[in-house]
């Protein structure tokens, strides 16, 4: 146990030091280097009827909320814009990875059922919420999220952006809401690997 905590705390400090404070990289890369992420995400077997069923229930969870800079569940009581680190830290204890500047990320891996989060600050002011999912049964959680269910869920989004850091390419699909930009950042057209709130412009 200790040894996959020591694993997941190293990667988490990779990925929030690294290309990720940018906005790309994430889910895979707490759990695995980037080489095996992609092969480790086609070995996960093809969700079922049930699993996508969760996974759409994830998803239009975050719709309403967006529109108030929030995300459902645990961070539901954070606001974007408004709640200070100070009351994230009380809520959800240290971090597993401490931001390494103020305006870096607080992250927190996913653990027992419990899905990963990391958090930027302005001026120690929430300026940005990441949601990585759980590791547990991923496939019912943002997993089994593909571009093709949200543009079904959803509709087009406002925009399309492809990002790259060093070989690594994801596609950014943006959808606003009122104030804020809701950010869903895939591997592929298949594998979300974790959704970003901002507040727009």
């Given at each position: 146990?200790?040894?996959?905590?020591?694993?997941?705390?190293?990667?988490?400090?990779?990925?929030?030091?690294?290309?990720?404070?940018?906005?790309?990289?994430?889910?895979?890369?707490?759990?695995?280097?980037?080489?095996?992420?992609?092969?480790?995400?086609?070995?996960?077997?093809?969700p079922?009827?049930?699993?996508?069923?969760?996974?759409?229930?994830?998803?239009?969870?975050?719709?309403?909320?967006?529109?108030?800079?929030?995300?459902?569940?645990?961070?539901?009581?954070?606001?974007?814009?408004?709640?200070?680190?100070?009351?994230?830290?009380?809520?959800?204890?240290?971090?597993?990875?401490?931001?390494?500047?103020?305006?870096?990320?607080?992250?927190?891996?996913?653990?027992?059922?419990?899905?990963?989060?990391?958090?930027?600050?302005?001026?120690?002011?929430?300026?940005?919420?990441?949601?990585?999912?759980?590791?547990?049964?991923?496939?019912?959680?943002?997993?089994?999220?593909?571009?093709?269910?949200?543009?079904?869920?959803?509709?087009?989004?406002s925009?399309?952006?492809?990002?790259?850091?060093?070989?690594?390419?994801?596609?950014?699909?943006?959808y606003?809401?009122?104030?804020?930009?809701?950010?869903?950042?895939?591997?592929?057209?298949?594998?979300?690997?974790?959704?970003?709130?901002?507040?727009?412009?």
């Amino acid at each position: 146990m200790n040894f996959v905590r020591t694993i997941t705390k190293a990667a988490l400090a990779a990925i929030i030091t690294g290309a990720a404070v940018a906005g790309t990289l994430g889910f895979n890369d707490l759990l695995a280097p980037a080489h095996q992420a992609s092969a480790a995400s086609s070995r996960q077997p093809a969700p079922t009827a049930s699993d996508t069923e969760h996974a759409v229930e994830t998803l239009n969870s975050f719709y309403k909320p967006a529109l108030k800079g929030q995300f459902p569940g645990r961070a539901a009581k954070f606001t974007i814009g408004q709640t200070a680190r100070a009351d994230i830290l009380r809520s959800f204890g240290s971090p597993d990875v401490p931001r390494s500047s103020a305006t870096g990320f607080d992250a927190y891996g996913a653990n027992m059922g419990n899905p990963g989060y990391a958090f930027a600050y302005k001026s120690n002011t929430l300026s940005e919420m990441r949601y990585f999912g759980t590791h547990v049964e991923r496939q019912t959680n943002i997993g089994g999220i593909t571009m093709k269910i949200l543009k079904q869920q959803w509709y087009a989004p406002s925009s399309t952006t492809t990002i790259t850091t060093g070989k690594v390419k994801q596609t950014k699909l943006t959808y606003i809401r009122g104030d804020y930009k809701l950010e869903f950042i895939f591997n592929n057209s298949t594998d979300l690997d974790h959704i970003n709130l901002t507040r727009k412009g």
